[in-house]
C-alpha cells in the first residue's frame, strides 16, 4: 500500500484478503508503507508537485476566486510550519489549535505532528473544557484564527486568560482584546519550507495528535494517535474508496475531527488526489448546501462526502448542474435513514457508500467497498491487516464470537487502533487486549459484511427488555413524510424506561401522530418497542459534525414527561426545571423553586425517588 500507487480494485473481503497475501509476498523496503504523515506528503509532493491538493470555497458562486494550493505548496507549508514550532517549543512541543477549515490549517495539523504533537479542539467546547483539554495535553502553543472569526477569537482570549503562559499564534488579523505572542504569517515566511530544520523522529508508533471525543457536554476525553495509527486508516480508506490521481472530495466536516482529517484528507492527499474545502465553517455555511451541485460542476468533484444529515439536505437541493464528473458518495459518522442511498442513487445516479469510524481507530474502522455496488444497511469490510470481532455479551462480560447474522459488541484490533486516551484510567472498558470494545451492537452476514444494530449505550431497556432504538428510528425513516428520526428512552416509574421518538418532517408535509404511529408499527415487530410518545420538532439538536446528540434528546423526554408532574406538586413555587444527561451522574433533574417549602420538597424528592435519575434543589 504505497501512496500515490494505482491501487487494485477491492469489492470484497475475498479480495481483501487476496491484496494482503500479495502485498505481504511482495513488499520491499522501499514499497513499504511511510513512518510518518511528514515522509507520506513529502512522496506525495515529489510525484504530483503542480497537482491542486486543496482549493477552498467561500461561498461557491461561480464568480468566486477561490483559494488553492499544489502539492508544492502543501509540504512548503507544512514544513515551514514544523520548523516554525520546533523553533517556539523545542522537540516534541504540543500544539494546539482553535481553526476554522483553512488551508493554513493543514499546515498547522500536519506540520504539529511533525515538530511534536496536535491538539485539534473544537471551537464549540465551553470556554472550560477547551482550558480542562489544553491544560490536560500539555500544549505549549494555540494557534487560533483572527477576529474575522469571532466565535473562535473568543475562545482563544479567553483560554489565554486561563492559561497567560500558553504561546498564542493568529492566523488572520487579531482582535484589540489580545496581542498574539507571533505573529503567524510573519513567522511562516522567515522559516524555511524546503526541508525540516531538525531532527524529525521517524518512529512510525510515536503518538502524533490527541483528538478529542464525546460530546459537548460533559469533559470529553483525549485520544492519543500515532502516525501508524493515521496511516493504516487513511490507506485503508484509500484502498476500499479506489482513491486515485485525479479524485476530487467534497469536504465540508470540521478538521478537528477525525472524519475531515483522515478519510476526507489524508487519504486524499497519500493517493496526490485533490480535498475541495466547503468554506471555513464547512456544512454550517448554508452557501455550501445551495450551492453544491454548482460546486461539483465546476470543480469537477467525483465523490461526493457529507455525514447523513448533511447529505440528506443536500439531496434536497434541485439539480440544476451537470455533475457528470461524480462517481459515488461516500458517508459516514453516524447511522443513516435507510432511504438516503435511494435518494443519493435516484439523484445522481450513482452509489452512496458507508464508512464507520471513530476516533479511536483512526477515523476508520470499516467501508463499503466502491468497486462494488453500496450494500444496503452495511458499513462495508474491515481495512486491509485489520481484524473486526462480534463477540456475545454474557453476564461474566465478553463471550465467544458471533456467527452471521448474529448480533454481539463490535471489537476492533489492528495498527490504527489508539494506545488509549491521555487519562489512562478511562481506558477500562474501552481498550482491551491491544483492541477497542466500540460499543456499537453489529453482526455480519455471511460474506463478512458489516452491519451497525445500534449502540450498546443506547439501548432503551423497558422492565429488562433491551431495545434496539435504531430498529424504531428506521421504522419511522420509511415514512415519506419524515426527515429525520431519532428513537431515546423516556424515565418510567415502572418500567425504568419506556421508547419515544423524536422526529422531523420534510419540508411541506403534514401528517398527525397517529397517522405516523399506526404506519410505523406495522414495521416494528417487538411491541415493547412501540414508542409511547412521538414528539414532532423543528429541529434536532446535533454534535458539531451533525451526528444527533442523544443525551440532549433523552434530557428533552425526561423534562416532556417530568416538567407537568412536578408543575402539580409544586404550582407558583416552581421557577425552572432542567435536565442533562451524560455526566457522571447520569440523567439529573436541576429544579429551582422561588423559596424553601419542606413539605413541597418532600413531594418531589417522593416523586422523583420513582424514576431512575438523580435531583438537586434550588432557591431565587
Not at 494482503?20 to 513512518?35: C, L
Not at 502543501?74 to 477549515?101: E, M
Not at 450551492?291 to 465523490?303: L, S
Not at 443519493?344 to 450513482?350: L, P
Amino acid at each position: 500500500m504505497n501512496p500515490t500507487s494505482e491501487l487494485q480494485p477491492v469489492a470484497s473481503l475475498v479480495d481483501l484478503e487476496a491484496f494482503e497475501r500479495a502485498w505481504r509476498a511482495s513488499v520491499t523496503g522501499n514499497e513499504a508503507a511511510p513512518a510518518t504523515i511528514y515522509d507520506a506528503l513529502r512522496t506525495s509532493s515529489e510525484v504530483r508537485p503542480d497537482a491542486v491538493a486543496l482549493t477552498l470555497v467561500n461561498q461557491g458562486t461561480q464568480d468566486e476566486n477561490p483559494q488553492r494550493a499544489s502539492y508544492r505548496t502543501l509540504i512548503d507549508g507544512v514544513t515551514r510550519a514544523a520548523n516554525l514550532f520546533a523553533d517556539v517549543g523545542g522537540a516534541g512541543v504540543g500544539i494546539a489549535f482553535l481553526l476554522p477549515c483553512l488551508i493554513e490549517t493543514h499546515y498547522v495539523l500536519w506540520g504539529a505532528e511533525t515538530a511534536g504533537y496536535a491538539v485539534p479542539l473544537n471551537p464549540f467546547l465551553t470556554n472550560e473544557h477547551l482550558v480542562e483539554l489544553i491544560s490536560a495535553s500539555g500544549a505549549r502553543i494555540l494557534v487560533t484564527a483572527g477576529s474575522e472569526y469571532p466565535e473562535v477569537w473568543e475562545k482563544a482570549v479567553a483560554v489565554k486568560e486561563a492559561l497567560p503562559d500558553l504561546i498564542v499564534t493568529c492566523v488572520g488579523t487579531p482582535g484589540s482584546d489580545l496581542h498574539p505572542d507571533i505573529d503567524f504569517a510573519a513567522a511562516m515566511e522567515d522559516q524555511d519550507g524546503s526541508s525540516l530544520s531538525f531532527p524529525a523522529s521517524q518512529d512510525p508508533h510515536r503518538v502524533v495528535a490527541y483528538f478529542h471525543t464525546g460530546g459537548t457536554t460533559g469533559v470529553p476525553k483525549l485520544v492519543a494517535q500515532t502516525h501508524v495509527n493515521q496511516l493504516t486508516a487513511a490507506l485503508g480508506a484509500a484502498l476500499l474508496l479506489g482513491i486515485r490521481e485525479g479524485d476530487c472530495i467534497t469536504n465540508g466536516m470540521p478538521l478537528f475531527h477525525v472524519g475531515g482529517t483522515i478519510p476526507c484528507s489524508l487519504s486524499f492527499f497519500l493517493q496526490g488526489a485533490h480535498v475541495l474545502m466547503l468554506s471555513p465553517r464547512g456544512f454550517r455555511n448554508p452557501a455550501m448546501i445551495a450551492n453544491i451541485w454548482r460546486i461539483v460542476e465546476r470543480f469537477g468533484a467525483t465523490i461526493l462526502g457529507a455525514v447523513p444529515t448533511a447529505m440528506g439536505a443536500l439531496l434536497s437541493v434541485p439539480l440544476d448542474a451537470n455533475i457528470g464528473s461524480l462517481r459515488l458518495g461516500v458517508t459516514g459518522a453516524s447511522p443513516s435513514p435507510p432511504n438516503l442511498a435511494e435518494r443519493f442513487a435516484a439523484i445522481t445516479g450513482k452509489g452512496l457508500h458507508e464508512l464507520l469510524g471513530m476516533t479511536e481507530t483512526g477515523g476508520v474502522t470499516a467501508v463499503d467497498p466502491a468497486a462494488s455496488s453500496p450494500t444496503a444497511g452495511s458499513v462495508g469490510i474491515r481495512l486491509p491487516f485489520t481484524t473486526l470481532r462480534v463477540r456475545r455479551q454474557t453476564a461474566d462480560g465478553m463471550g465467544d464470537d458471533c456467527g452471521p447474522g448474529e448480533i454481539g459488541l463490535l471489537f476492533v484490533e489492528g495498527p490504527h487502533v489508539s494506545p488509549g486516551y491521555l487519562d489512562e484510567t478511562q481506558n477500562a472498558g474501552v481498550f482491551e487486549g491491544g483492541g477497542v470494545n466500540t460499543g456499537d451492537l453489529a453482526y455480519f452476514d455471511v460474506a463478512g459484511r458489516l452491519y451497525i444494530a445500534g449502540r450498546s449505550k443506547d439501548l432503551i431497556i423497558r422492565s429488562g427488555h433491551n431495545i434496539d432504538p435504531s430498529m424504531i428510528e428506521q421504522a419511522f425513516m420509511r415514512h415519506p413524510a419524515v426527515d429525520a428520526a431519532v428513537a431515546v428512552g423516556q424515565p418510567d416509574r415502572y418500567a425504568g424506561e419506556l421508547p419515544v421518538v423524536f422526529l422531523t418532517l420534510r419540508p411541506g408535509q403534514e401528517v398527525t401522530v397517529d397517522e405516523l404511529q399506526d404506519f410505523a408499527r406495522s414495521f416494528i415487530a417487538e411491541r415493547p418497542a412501540w414508542p409511547k410518545q412521538v414528539y414532532v420538532v423543528d429541529a434536532l439538536p446535533t454534535t458539531a459534525v451533525g451526528k444527533p446528540y442523544k443525551p440532549a434528546l433523552r434530557a428533552q423526554a425526561a423534562l416532556r414527561m417530568l416538567k407537568p408532574k412536578l408543575h402539580d406538586i409544586a404550582g407558583d413555587h416552581l421557577v425552572d426545571v432542567s435536565a442533562t444527561d451524560g455526566g457522571k451522574r447520569g440523567l439529573e433533574i436541576s429544579i429551582r423553586l422561588k423559596e424553601p417549602h419542606e413539605a413541597i420538597e418532600g413531594a418531589i424528592r417522593e416523586e422523583l425517588g420513582g424514576y431512575v435519575v438523580s435531583c438537586s434543589l434550588a432557591y431565587t
